[in-house]
């Protein structure tokens, strides 16, 4: 594998020997598959689940990682291009990132989008400008549109619950007091729709996801025997859910404006999933997120450390899914 | 072993066996012991000597772990129970450690004591907070009132001195510019007296160790064939002492009250550690710290560099204590 | 190996065993060969390939390392001897440094000159007082005079592109807006002269490498059959050369007067190496730097992303390079 990026990348039987060898590796450890491998981790994002699940994986296949981020006692990253260097930055991106991939076997890098221009993001520009400078295979740790990492992993908790491929899946927008980015919704969107669920998109107007992301799913579900839909009305949206999969993000119609994003955001506080969202959704209905979430401001305490939580779950299946990823990046059969 | 916490909840026959590990492993080392197993660290308190000794255990034992740090990277660690975040911080402990914890065989914990409240800390209600959350076995790195790894190296530096099981240990408070932790102290306490030491605490007034740890010590000492004194007579202290320990602590009678505390503190700068304090005590007296170490304030640099110290001695020492523990929590008899 | 400080400590033959051993492991990996062994690193001035490319290093030979340096949530740093520590560090390097060696095979430290006064540079001061306080394999990874693990890297780089041993070297003084160590002018003026090279030092009135250097690189020279000369004509400098290595470093002239070598500085804006330096330098004149390096003030963009430019590939020797040091000071000859 050169590179892992974007489920869309890989077909059906792909993604499901991904799935099976992610559950082979945490049922029959394999500590010497990646014996002298090594991942190299760059960090340009804040990050606690993907910087520590990435290296215990690697430990448990035998290998080992290393990390570099921006806060570390560094010397400083520039990332415009074309720039003189006389400021503060002693380093460019454009030496930093094939050197760093040049010690590794494979690296992983996190990006976050830059919010300014939603073509921009749509676009990868940033991501693969970093990836274009490099040989080496690497791995999305979160772009700004991309996250497949924590695709798989919830793939896989899906499939761990025995949640059916063709149940409802609600993707929930939920009140956060900063715009964040689109990353999560959008390949969250997208990984459902493959699984061949029924997607309902719950948003209030101003936070609808792009419309090349809500094409790009549909195709997907369609193929895939399911379903997108679009609407801001909870009670049915949550009608028979067995699947709510909460995230805040930025306003797509003030995308970059931080200001009018927070001005339409004020006032959907309520867009804290809580008990009664699911008065009318499947009995078992799980709520999923991806961490780090907000308690009483996303989910409710009562939700979140209720039994229909699988958060710590999906955060596992994390480490899981990642070692099937550098199993084939770098394993002997890779 | 499911949970490394406090020497307290280990038999004679359970520690003998752990030092008695660590010198074996010392002796004759098992790069294979551990290949595979990753061991998380989790350090909401600062470190050098644990960080360090840790990884090295790890990679000693042919496994391997990973840091987090609220000083990385990550997106802020709240604490407080039953808060709506709608703050700074974008993740909770209730999260964050069953998270971190997920992707380890083992988990290591270290949480300060907060100082606030004498009887919250003596409860550890916090550490307890931490560790409840989880079910991977645990080693505490460092809690408000203990430190059951420093307690094992310096059990295993005594042996390797030869510093007889019914000596005599002096554990003296120093003096300290801030109000220090009683974790060290406190364990140091029980566990000289565990080994069936005649233990004198010396400290000035204000400065008592809490009635509950000196009873519990007592107790230890008695079983052993020890006992427990507690004095602020530096002349009958040190007659005949084989150690002494020093260690500067916060004052008890004004505990989580800084201003009463520094008044208490101001006028005891002559309690350092020097030559002169030797006068009585045994002609191979050792010096012990558990670092880090203040020179010219807790200690003179006359006895820290000299030859009563075993200050290095003792932090080495924390890396094979640790192996030991390492390797009966997670090795193949675990 | 006890240490690694100097190539100047190494005879012909244990260089060319050394840069055999790094393209050996190059091509046949023994990821076994540390199993079990822990390098400590401690860094006490900032880094990035260093940070990374050692742990990448121990990885690939089975073992690992952990690392320390003072942006770590430890407990504060005291560098200064004597000290009455009653200030904010709570922790003396004295004890540090051989409690971090404690538990590693062996030790890498990186401690730049303090840069206030040049003998103590040159004698290498600060950097002497730390391994003079450990028996442990050390390695310099980075001092204030020495940089060895840069120069071997560098040397493997002009043996595998084949440069010829007496060709021509031009190591030239560049602007950069702050001044710079001369650890690496210094250690590569060495390397180049002891690799039979004929070295011209290009640089400007007040950058001149001190005298000392000059003459124990200009006897590297002629013992190998090479010369070392210095100018200030850059013509005359780049006829027929076959690399330049581009630094930029401090005046000598007014070392540690930073506002005297700031005016000295001021003007020099010209020395960024471009195309035009290329004129009459041998067809296939190489750039080289030990990174990081400032776009468009030491080099062009043009030069540093063109053929000439193999900053990459030095970088990634670094590994390798190191890899060797770290097998004769650990593996099973050592």
Redesign the interface.
């Known amino acids: 594998m050169k590179a892992f990026n974007d489920l869309a990348d890989f077909s059906n039987d792909e993604i499901a020997a991904l799935l099976a060898l992610a559950n082979r590796l945490d049922e029959h450890?394999?500590?010497?598959a990646l014996?002298?491998?090594?991942l190299?981790l760059l960090?340009l994002?804040?990050?606690?689940?993907t910087?520590?699940?990435f290296?215990?994986a690697?430990?448990?296949?035998?290998?080992?990682?290393?990390v570099?981020?921006?806060?570390?006692?560094?010397?400083g990253l520039?990332t415009r291009p074309?720039?003189?260097?006389?400021g503060t930055a002693?380093?460019?991106i454009?030496?930093?990132v094939?050197?760093?991939a040049?010690?590794?076997d494979a690296i992983g890098i996190r990006a976050f989008a830059e919010r300014k221009n939603l073509e921009t993001d749509m676009a990868e520009t940033e991501f693969s400008s970093l990836t274009d400078l490099i040989d080496t295979p690497y791995i999305n740790m979160e772009s700004a549109m991309g996250h497949p990492c924590q695709n798989l992993a919830d793939w896989k908790t899906m499939d761990d619950l025995s949640i059916p491929s063709n149940g409802k899946f609600v993707l929930s927008w939920a009140y956060h007091?900063k715009a964040l980015p689109l990353a999560v919704p959008a390949s969250t969107l997208y990984t459902a729709a493959r699984r061949g669920m029924d997607v309902t998109v719950l948003r209030p107007e101003g936070f609808e996801l792009p419309g090349p992301i809500i094409e790009k799913s549909r195709a997907a579900a369609e193929a895939a025997g399911g379903s997108v839909i679009e609407t801001d009305n909870r009670t049915e949206a949550m009608e028979g859910a067995q699947v709510i999969y909460a995230k805040s993000w930025s306003s797509t119609a003030h995308y970059g404006d931080r200001i009018a994003d927070q001005k339409l955001r004020n006032g959907l506080e309520s867009w804290c999933v809580d008990d009664p969202w699911f008065d009318n959704a499947a009995d078992d209905c799980r709520f999923m997120h991806c961490?780090?979430?907000?308690?009483?401001?996303v989910v409710s305490?009562s939700v979140l450390?209720g039994p229909r939580s699988v958060?710590?779950h999906e955060?596992?299946n994390r480490?899981l899914a990642q070692m099937a990823v550098l199993y084939q990046m770098m394993g002997a059969g890779a």
Chains 1, 2, 3 share one sequence.
Do not use: C, N, T
């Not at 074309?82 to 006389?86: K, L, N, Q, S, Y």
């Open positions: 450890p394999e500590p010497e014996k002298g491998k090594v190299s960090f994002s804040p990050s606690l689940r910087l520590a699940s290296q215990a690697m430990v448990r296949l035998g290998g080992g990682s290393f570099i981020s921006p806060d570390m006692s560094i010397h520039e074309g720039i003189v260097m006389d002693a380093e460019h454009r030496e930093a094939p050197v760093i040049s010690y590794g007091p961490l780090p979430v907000r308690r009483g401001v305490e450390d958060v710590i955060a596992r480490m």
